[in-house]
């Protein structure tokens, strides 16, 4: 299994433009999560899903910030329009949780946006 | 919100044991105790978790005190690929709540 696989790996743009950042989960798994992690607010929960459904999105920071699950294999967080506030990695991860089971998050290696 | 609490960095030496406390004073009963480190420019990744007996796997050892309100965890031989930030999460079936974790310096 390839793992949690997001793209792009880095990007930089300019204050203004919007950002589309991409997430494959491993296939089988029912959760998937958008964290953000910046050295001021260390990682946050940004929103997830359990069966392409937003189960909770009090993470989200504001309405330029959206997300999608169309299907099982894919996800889109996306930025409009992007501030220079918004730069940090941004991380998905997914999971098979079963009730009184624990929980393992699969972490992909990051988005690294840098907004100008 | 559960919260955790632990030190913000610790220091080891290399093959010696590594005892990494959290404190977790307003555990529920039904609260998990999950550990994840994060090894510098990766993702998150789990370590082990646990309800209330100790635990052990092949990455590490967890203690959970009696009244649930602190655990440690254990590496009983740190090696430099273990430096990392060590979080201590509550899991209530709902979210997680990283906080900010330990990082761990691991001295050859």
């Known amino acids: 299994?390839?793992?949690?696989?997001q793209s792009p790996r880095h990007e930089v743009t300019e204050m203004g433009q919007e950002?589309?950042?991409?997430?494959?989960?491993?296939?089988?798994?029912?959760?998937?999560?958008?964290y953000r992690q910046?050295?001021?607010?260390?990682?946050?929960?940004?929103?997830?899903?359990n069966n392409n459904v937003p189960i909770d999105d009090s993470g989200m920071p504001e309405d330029r910030f959206s997300a999608k699950m169309p299907n099982a294999s894919f996800s889109t967080l996306k930025i409009q329009p992007?501030?220079?506030?918004?730069?940090a990695v941004y991380f998905c991860a997914s999971s098979?949780?079963?009730?009184?089971?624990?929980?393992?998050?699969?972490?992909?290696?990051?988005?690294?946006l840098t907004v100008l | 919100d559960a919260k955790t609490t632990q030190p913000n960095s610790m220091e080891s030496n290399e093959e010696e044991p590594v005892h990494l406390p959290c404190n977790h004073s307003t555990i529920s009963?039904?609260?998990?105790?999950?550990?994840?480190?994060?090894?510098?420019?990766?993702?998150?990744?789990?370590?082990?978790?646990?309800?209330?007996?100790?635990?052990?796997?092949?990455?590490?050892?967890?203690?959970?005190?009696?009244?649930?309100?602190?655990s440690t965890l254990i590496l009983h031989r740190a090696t430099l690929r273990d430096a990392a930030v060590y979080?201590?999460?509550?899991?209530?079936?709902?979210?997680?709540?990283?906080?900010?974790?330990?990082k761990l310096?691991?001295?050859?």
């Open chain 1, 1 to 5: 299994d390839a793992g949690v696989i």
């Open chain 1, 19 to 34: 950002v589309t950042l991409r997430c494959k989960p491993i296939s089988g798994h029912d959760y998937l999560f958008w």
């Open chain 1, 38 to 49: 910046t050295m001021m607010r260390g990682l946050e929960l940004l929103i997830y899903f």
């Open chain 1, 82 to 87: 992007s501030e220079p506030r918004d730069s």
């Open chain 1, 96 to 112: 098979l949780v079963g009730r009184g089971s624990y929980n393992e998050q699969f972490f992909g290696p990051g988005t690294r």
């Open chain 2, 29 to 70: 009963g039904t609260d998990y105790i999950h550990w994840y480190r994060q090894l510098p420019s990766q993702g998150p990744e789990y370590v082990i978790h646990g309800l209330t007996s100790n635990v052990n796997n092949r990455m590490a050892s967890l203690a959970i005190a009696e009244d649930r309100k602190s």
């Open chain 2, 87 to 102: 979080y201590c999460i509550l899991w209530d079936f709902n979210k997680f709540y990283f906080g900010s974790g330990t």
């Open chain 2, 105 to 108: 310096n691991v001295k050859p």
